[in-house]
């Protein structure tokens, strides 16, 4: 579960597949004021971090800059760091 202010959270399911779903009751726009329309933010975030973590890992630098669109730009440089 992922809790939110107000009055509804996120289910997260795991599916038979292994993949997972997101499941949120959408009245009255709490959670989308939060997460975006459709999770447009969450699974953004979520891709953000999950690529900085694999970049880090692998050697590079990472870092982000917020946009004024609310979109969010990552700039990953260098090679291997000593």
């Known amino acids: 579960m992922i809790a939110l202010k107000g009055p509804y ?3 997260v399911n795991r599916q038979a597949n292994g993949t997972f779903q ?3 009751d959408w009245y009255q726009e709490h959670v989308e004021q939060q997460v975006g ?3 447009s933010r969450l699974l ?4 953000v971090h999950k690529t900085s973590l694999e ?3 692998k050697g590079y630098m990472v870092t982000r800059q917020s946009l004024k ?6 700039m990953i440089t ?3 760091m000593s």
């Open 9 to 11: 959270d996120i289910a």
């Open 22 to 24: 997101l499941t949120t």
């Open 37 to 39: 329309k459709n999770f």
């Open 44 to 47: 953004q975030l979520y891709g």
């Open 55 to 57: 970049a880090r890992r």
């Open 69 to 74: 669109n609310g979109s969010i730009k990552v």
């Open 78 to 80: 260098g090679g291997a």
